[in-house]
């Protein structure tokens, strides 16, 4: 691993919005083809937003909570780091979901440009009515 200080700080906020939308939250899907469809394009956003420092496109699926906890300051401050110690994300490799507590959680292997070791991303969604949203992301 990239090491024990790679990881988002996106845990403690996606702790507090565990109870902001748990009576609204339902899981993304019940097999890898529907999570995948409901989470991938999330994901490309997310990932290309924090590529190229497009803060509007990485926090464009967040729900609200999420959005509150990360305004764009702390997202510039966040990658400045983990850019210095993983540099961007090249590709990713799907390895499975979780369905846990009103939430969906999806695992993939990541490479980036700034690091040879393979990089964890761990993405937590639920379904919001007809919506699907981020509501916390890791590298680890």
């Keep these: 691993m990239a090491g024990k200080g790679v990881r988002w700080w996106v845990l403690a906020l996606w ?3 565990l109870g902001a939308g748990v009576a609204q939250a339902g899981f993304v ?10 989470v991938e ?4 956003n997310l990932l290309a937003g924090y590529n190229t420092g497009d803060y509007h496109l990485y926090s ?9 906890a990360i305004p764009e300051g702390k997202f ?10 993983l ?7 799907y390895l499975g979901f979780l369905n846990q507590n009103h939430y969906t959680v999806v695992l993939w292997k990541g490479r980036f440009s700034g690091t040879p070791d393979d990089v964890l991303l761990r993405l937590v969604a639920s379904r919001r009515g007809e919506r699907v949203v981020v509501t916390g992301l890791w590298f680890q």
């Design 41 to 44: 394009p999330l994901l490309d």
């Design 87 to 93: 540099g961007t994300c090249q590709s990713r490799q």
């Design 15 to 17: 702790c507090l919005s």
């Design 29 to 38: 899907g019940q097999s890898d083809r529907e999570v995948q469809a409901a």
């Design 76 to 85: 510039r401050e966040t990658r400045k780091g983990l850019l210095k110690k």
């Design 60 to 68: 464009r699926d967040f729900d609200e909570t999420l959005k509150e």
